[in-house]
Nanobody, 116 residues
Framework: QVQLVESGGGWVQAGGSLRLSCAASGSVFSISAMGWYRQAPGKQRELVARIISGGSINYADSVKGRFTISRDSAKNTVYLQMNSLKPEDTAVYYC??????????WGQGTQVTVSL
């Protein structure tokens, strides 16, 4: 199994930046992709960004050009650099790990609040 520990959430004014981190441990060789999802109040959880083991990256249209996902393979850590934050980005952000032969694993979530 895989354990995911998130950090970096907080409060920021519109236009500001935050950097989220997600450290994976356990059966890390079983991970085929990692990503960030978010869930705003009253809304469904949605994909923000995802990076697969081969390096391919996908972003939600709403964050393209503002957010950057990256990884440090040596530390089994994925990051989400969030720039030019908007109030619409306010949500709980969850780290996700896709496993080749098992269900996904999720972090505990970290709150991001963007004020006007």
């Amino acid at each position: 199994q895989v354990q995911l520990v998130e950090s970096g959430g907080g409060w920021v004014q519109a236009g500001g930046s935050l950097r989220l981190s997600c450290a994976a441990s356990g059966s890390v060789f079983s991970i085929s992709a990692m990503g960030w999802y978010r869930q705003a109040p009253g809304k469904q959880r949605e994909l923000v960004a995802r990076i697969i083991s081969g390096g391919s990256i996908n972003y939600a249209d709403s964050v393209k050009g503002r957010f950057t996902i990256s990884r440090d393979s040596a530390k089994n850590t994925v990051y989400l650099q969030m720039n030019s934050l908007k109030p619409e980005d306010t949500a709980v952000y969850y780290c996700n790990a896709d496993l080749r032969f098992a269900h996904d694993y999720w972090g505990q979530g970290t709150q991001v609040t963007v004020s006007l």
